[in-house]
């Protein structure tokens, strides 16, 4: 008892830094410990709090989940089922594949990070594929919401900056996204302020390796992602997995994408992307774009940092957060 008491005190006087390392290695643990035993942590789910289920139908599809509405806790939230097909694997391995994936996700605590509440099930076993339930965000999607002269520059350079936080947050925990786009970025109000939160991370990894068995509807290519978004790399010849790096990559684009109101490469058909860029073009600055926002000169530079052909060239999160600082 005395050495535990000792522990416990001793973990008290850490400092801020050092409990940060002691939590990340702590959620490192949980999903080895997850993945090694083939379990979930009761934790993960969601039994009491449900105030108003899910109706039947989805109020929103995205490329790989239906969206329905409920209310837990007493308020409004987004129920996402993912809508995958399973092949060549038990379902119910699968299932638990999937939802290993969202554990980090789970235990993520940062202000540019949209909260992951837990997962609930309308069935008592793995029969079916589980819903993950998330706040309900009213103004939607970055992209939409820059859908308007209303949103001026400011706004957009704000926007931009919680974005690149969210990264660095992510980052700095080991996680990479893999799907960052406007799409993926959602916008809440705070204070009376909009403020960006990122989600969705992780998840596209499930279908990027050509092993897997976990296939959706939506992501024809080899990699899973929204090919606007992705960089060179992660296409064939090369196939590369998602990184850091290819993170910074798609964060120019969603850059481009907010000012601009247009998606990266708009005027080029979408089968036609993946040559493009494996070819090695890239978005032309859009000027004033749909709504008149011209992307100011220093931004532009940084965006053509994070487009290197060379991942290694590429800047980290912190350096594009220094620049969007000075604007």
């Known amino acids: 008892m005395r050495e535990s008491t000792q522990e416990v005190a001793g973990i008290s006087k850490c400092s801020a830094v050092e409990m940060q390392d ?3 290695r702590c959620i490192r643990l949980l999903i080895a410990l997850s993945k090694s035993s083939d379990e979930l942590p009761p934790s993960l789910f969601i039994s009491e709090g449900l105030d108003t289920p899910p109706g039947r139908d989805p109020v929103k599809s995205g490329g790989f989940a239906d969206i329905f509405k409920g209310v837990y806790l007493g308020r409004e939230a987004a129920f996402k089922r993912m809508r995958i097909f399973i092949t060549g694997a038990n ?3 699968a299932r638990k594949t999937l939802l290993q994936e969202t554990l980090f996700w789970r235990q993520a605590n940062h202000p540019s990070i949209l ?28 992209h939409n919401f820059c859908q308007t002269r209303a949103i001026l520059p400011a706004v957009i350079n704000r926007l931009l900056i919680q974005v690149a936080e969210g990264l660095e947050y992510l980052h700095a925990e080991g996680m ?9 970025v959602l916008i809440d109000e705070r204070d009376g302020q909009h403020h960006a939160r990122l989600c969705d991370f992780g998840l596209t990894s499930l279908f990027t390796n050509s092993t897997s068995f976990l296939q959706t509807a939506n992501h ?3 990699t899973g992602g929204a090919p606007r978004w992705m960089a060179r790399e992660l ?12 993170d910074i990559y ?38 004033g774009g749909q709504y008149g926002r011209f992307i100011p000169a220093q931004l532009w530079e940084s965006i053509g940092d994070c487009w290197k052909a060379n991942p290694e060239d590429r800047p ?8 969007l600082r000075q604007l």
Do not use: K
């Open 22 to 24: 002691l939590r990340r």
């Open 91 to 93: 379902p119910i391995t």
């Open 115 to 142: 909260p992951f509440y837990g997962v609930w099930r309308d069935y008592p076993a793995m029969e079916s594929m589980p819903y993950l339930i998330l706040p309900w965000i009213s103004h939607g999607d970055a």
């Open 176 to 184: 990479i996204h893999g799907d960052l786009t406007g799409s993926n």
């Open 220 to 222: 024809s290519t080899a």
């Open 235 to 246: 296409f064939w010849p090369t196939l590369s997995d998602p990184t850091f790096a290819s």
């Open 250 to 287: 798609a964060f120019g684009c969603v850059a481009l994408e907010l000012y601009s109101g247009l998606e990266p490469f708009h005027g080029i058909h979408a089968f036609q992307v993946p040559q493009v860029i494996s070819a090695g073009q890239l978005p032309q600055n859009p000027g």
């Open 316 to 323: 980290n999160a912190t350096a594009v957060l220094t620049v």
